[in-house]
């Protein structure tokens, strides 16, 4: 490789000439179009895709943010004993399976946009969130929590952020990251809000009517978002797979499920357990919701930021630094904490990072399996992401009744770090096949265009090596 290439591994691409078969063609699971020219589709790059980053932003404090506002009805519901006999592990059930079923409904999302569009399939989910937390306000027994606030909460968030982060990146392309971050900080800030809003008005009008009210601040605010975002598929022509299993048999894909399902493992404990932890030590209920609130607000803060870094440094390198980041947080700065102080400031850092892998994960996959692989790939990941989900926070809490905080402390740290080497064996994979891709170019100059022998250049190399995992460079 040139010396240009050794510094800045992947560029931005704007017109593709002689660009690399996809292997769904060459099996010949699609079939390309008989006047197909190679020219790729140019993102605007701005333009409307900032109001379409608006409404990701608001679609995902509506969404993402309300679901985070059950730990504020979570502590009532325990200080209160709502419910008779439920137990600790059936709460905990409830929050993992809202967004558990977020990640299982990607199949159906996938198609009701193919019948119904991704416009109706946002107006779908925003139906759906609002029945859940209207529904919720009603609940006089445990398990209607579980159909309301888990089943059918989880499946309108999952209509609503599934189709909605899909769309985002088909407008971007050098900003990508960053308009991913700003959009991403949206669940973060909204988290901030509406922890310290349902706290408010569980104190003075009482736990059903904070329900009622967000049920109808987010019916409100997600069906004008989801009349205002817009998509490009008609210059982007995404596959529209609802679930190709043979997604499982690439190896980009399975590195880009170990980061999830080890971000997330780590990721649903810190965000469930930190204000319960913080009445382990000692201090007080008030106390742990401003921690809960802090860690919000360093998603809302760290995410555009990561985002804006990652698209100057590079997506994959920031998505793997900032997640191993998070791993040595965790172990150098919760286990010792003990004090107000010292919790504040890890839940604010941590806050920052914990988050990486939903804030990164689009831009990462466009540029590993490209924008019209996105949706697909994309809803196969989810699926893969509902065990973990669901189970990471009982698991975490049956780790603290056999030993205490020190146990979870440790699996969330060796989980992040875990999930950091397996996205930079992924940056590793990235690597290679840019160099394949520069050497099939080099056989097309230097043997006037013959495609045959640039397939020669698949044996280019192999990508698990120190080479590849040491290697410098933007990618």
């Not at 992401?385 to 975490?396: C, G, H, Q, S």
């Amino acid at each position: 490789m040139s010396a240009a290439q050794d510094v800045e591994l992947v560029e931005p691409r704007r017109i593709a000439v002689h660009d690399s078969r996809d292997p769904l063609e060459e099996r010949g699971e699609v079939s390309p179009p008989q006047d197909a020219v190679s020219v790729e589709d140019v993102p605007p790059n701005g333009g409307y895709g900032w109001v379409c980053t608006a409404c990701v932003f608001m679609l995902n404090a509506h969404s993402w943010g309300l679901n985070s506002a059950w730990g504020i009805f979570l502590a009532h519901y325990l200080a209160n004993s709502t419910f008779k006999n439920a137990s600790r592990l059936e709460y905990a059930l409830i929050g993992g399976l809202s967004i558990s079923q977020s990640l299982l409904s990607a199949p159906a999302v996938n198609i009701s946009e193919r019948c119904f569009g991704m416009r109706g399939t946002l107006l779908i989910g925003t139906v759906l969130l609002f029945v859940a937390l209207f529904g919720a306000s009603y609940s006089t027994q445990i398990w209607h929590l579980f159909l309301t606030q888990g089943v059918c909460f989880g499946w309108g968030l999952g209509f609503t952020y599934i189709p909605a982060t899909a769309t985002l990146p088909q407008w971007f392309s050098t900003r990508r990251s960053l308009a991913m971050g700003i959009a991403s900080s949206g669940a973060g800030l909204g988290g901030l809000a509406y922890n310290l809003a349902a706290g408010a008005i569980v104190q003075k009008m009482g736990v059903n009517w904070a329900y009622r009210i967000l049920a109808f601040c987010g019916l409100a605010v997600n069906t004008v978002c989801s009349l205002l975002l817009k998509d490009r598929n008609k210059a982007v022509q995404p596959l529209q797979n609802a679930f190709n299993y043979r997604e499982y048999g690439r190896v980009e894909v399975m590195l880009v499920v170990a980061w999830g399902v080890l971000t997330e493992l780590g990721y649903i404990v810190l965000l469930y357990s930190l204000p319960n932890y913080a009445t382990s030590i000692g201090l007080t209920a008030s106390q742990g919701s401003v921690v809960g609130a802090v860690l919000n607000l360093g998603l809302g803060v760290g995410r555009p930021v990561i985002g804006y870094y990652s698209d100057a440094f590079g997506r994959i390198n920031m998505a793997a630094l900032m997640t191993a980041l998070c791993g040595v947080l965790c172990l150098a700065l919760w286990v010792p904490a003990k004090s107000y102080g010292v919790l504040i400031a890890f839940a604010l850092t941590a806050g920052c990072v914990c988050g990486v892998f939903w804030n990164t994960v689009t831009p990462v996959l466009a540029e590993v399996v490209g924008l019209k692989r996105l949706p697909s790939s994309f809803g196969v990941i989810c699926l893969a992401l509902v065990v973990p989900t669901t189970f990471a926070e009982p698991i975490a809490l049956e780790m603290v009744t056999a030993s205490g905080y020190l146990s979870a402390q440790i699996f969330v740290g060796f989980m992040f770090l875990l999930a950091g080497v397996s996205t930079w064996v992924l940056r590793s994979w990235k690597i290679n096949e840019v160099e394949l891709k520069a050497a099939r170019e080099q056989h097309q100059l230097d043997h006037g265009g013959n495609e045959g022998d640039a397939d020669d250049a698949e044996d280019h190399g192999f990508w698990l090596t120190p080479r590849m995992f040491l290697r410098l460079g933007r990618v």
